[in-house]
């Protein structure tokens, strides 16, 4: 039998472990359900994702094979395999949890017999994961989160090592629901697992294909915006299965939230328009665990940061951080940046986009495009100029333009890279997640949404200590009684979040 992954401190051992796009935006209709934050993979112009030299076309009515003979996929080429292995092998030494829990499995595949579709970034962090699936037993099939995301070099390594991927960059909107219905909808397959970021397979199974939820253990979601649709569909009692909430983990928030941003949203406005920060003024709206992160690193540049907050307590937060809160419109015409990261829709509006100066930069950090009212800019006295991949002027009547990141969508995942380390931390978090939906006794989950154990967050987190040579401090047996908890942990109790949760006063559920 499988051995439990929480498991303590003292049990755990580690050894060595150690394209160019549409020249302009469409009028295509949104997504019914928006793009998720899962702060959780890459993209970036580096030569794994630089597609600029590759034609535009879908491959869709492209047949491609791989070495084996295999065809059910569907990227852009199959002949950048052998690059896409090499990122992927690159991304490993950076992911040391994922390669511990391929090793701790040895013969035993807790996964055996898990058929998981997913909808994630296929980049080569997240390749790494859905290996490290494969290598505990599942079968897998996957799609993109994010059109713009999808690494293609990495798309073909995975096609080319036997998994069913169906993504590239720079798919339409129609492509996007196509390669989901080309995982969900195989006539031989189907699946009994779902890892999601950002709502839009679990949306399409709902739509499409209910029936599958007969067979389906659970749903993991990492994001936002899926795990609000999650508490959505719980509280009007729709919700089929049950389902973890990866996002509100500690491990998810305070370091793939907070940290992941706070180094790579420098890299992609400084990618995107070479900018300098210092003494710059920027608007950063939202003071979550994603504005914490953007904030500091701003700051610690040079800029002038302020903060627009809807919740008192992240809005006094950002002050005793030293930021000053305002309104949008109190600043709108002198700023040089805004910068979203909400988790919400028009949080800048067409009546702030009139406002801004000549060469303001507006971009999003947040999980979604919803949160710039980009259906305002599609109008015919505003005039689109692709200036570069990923970086959009709209220029105004009067010759004013703004400088607009990745459509609105993800600036990082978009425009940049993100560390392997911090991604990680969360890919542990979504595999140990499915590891015990997948194993777990009939009737320990009900339908339902439920926040993962404490003691499962301290074990990813156990798992990533001896990378930094770290040594955790043993309570004698007298201080733990003196606390009231095990010397062996969890140390936090199980209602401690890192940050508030607002999604509903629906009560959750956490079992251990």
């Not at 970036?44 to 630089?50: A, G, I, L, P, Q």
């Not at 037993?137 to 096609?159: E, H, K, M, P, Y």
Request: proline share 4%; hydrophobic share 35%; charged share 25%.
């Amino acid at each position: 039998a499988f051995v439990s992954p929480f498991l303590s401190p003292q049990q755990i051992q580690l050894t060595d472990e150690k394209q160019e796009f549409n020249k302009r935006p469409t009028k295509a209709g949104r997504r019914s359900l928006s793009r998720s934050i899962s702060q959780s993979s890459t993209d970036s112009y580096s030569s794994v994702c630089s597609d600029s030299s590759e034609d535009e076309s879908t491959p869709r009515d492209k047949l491609q094979k791989t070495s084996m003979g295999l065809s059910d996929f569907c990227i852009k080429n199959i002949k950048q395999a052998d690059f896409g292995r090499r990122e992927i092998e690159i991304a490993q030494q950076e992911m040391p949890a994922l390669m511990v829990l391929r090793k701790r499995a040895g013969g035993e595949k807790p996964l055996a017999g898990a058929k998981i579709v997913g909808c994630t970034h296929i980049t080569a962090q997240t390749a790494v994961l859905i290996e490290t699936l494969c290598a505990l037993g599942a079968q897998c099939r996957w799609a993109a989160c994010n059109i713009f995301s999808t690494q293609n070099a990495v798309a073909a390594a995975l096609a080319e090592g036997g998994t069913s991927v169906f993504a590239w960059r720079g798919e339409s909107e129609d492509d996007f629901w196509w390669c989901i219905d080309k995982c969900v909808g195989a006539e031989t397959w189907q699946p009994n697992m779902i890892l999601d970021d950002g709502g839009d397979l679990t949306h399409w199974i709902y739509k499409k294909y209910p029936a599958l939820f007969k067979k389906t253990k659970g749903i993991v979601e990492e994001s936002v915006t899926g795990v609000y649709r999650l508490y959505q569909l719980s509280k009007a009692g729709r919700l089929c299965v049950p389902a973890m909430n990866v996002n509100d983990s500690v491990t998810k928030q305070k370091f793939d939230n907070l940290y992941c941003c706070k180094e790579s949203i420098l890299d992609g406005l400084k990618r995107t328009t070479d900018i300098m920060f210092g003494g710059k003024q920027v608007v950063v709206c939202g003071y979550g665990e994603v504005g914490k992160g953007c904030c500091a690193a701003l700051k610690a540049l040079g800029a002038v940061v302020y903060v627009t907050e809807v919740d008192p307590i992240c809005a006094l937060q950002a002050c005793m951080d030293g930021f000053r809160v305002i309104k949008l419109n109190e600043v709108v015409r002198q700023v040089d940046m805004v910068i979203t990261c909400t988790g919400n829709k028009n949080v800048v509006g067409r009546e702030h986009l009139d406002r801004m100066k000549n060469g303001c930069i507006v971009c999003n950090m947040g999980h979604s495009n919803t949160e710039i009212d980009l259906v305002s800019l599609r109008t015919a006295e505003l005039r689109w100029e692709r200036v570069r991949p990923q970086v959009d002027h709209v220029i105004w009547p009067d010759g004013k333009r703004i400088v607009l990141l990745a459509e609105g969508r993800l600036l990082n995942l978009s425009c940049s890279t993100v560390p392997s380390f911090v991604l990680s931390i969360t890919a542990t978090t979504q595999a140990l997640a499915l590891i015990e939906l997948y194993n777990a006794p009939e009737g320990r989950y009900k339908q339902d949404v439920y926040l993962l154990p404490k003691k499962m967050d301290e074990y990813v987190a156990n798992l990533h200590l001896p990378t930094f040579d770290a040594h955790l401090t043993e309570l004698t047996d007298d201080q733990a009684k003196y606390l009231g908890i095990s010397k062996h942990g969890p140390f936090k109790p199980n209602y401690y979040r890192s940050t508030q949760v607002h999604y509903s006063s629906h009560t959750n559920n956490t079992h251990i």
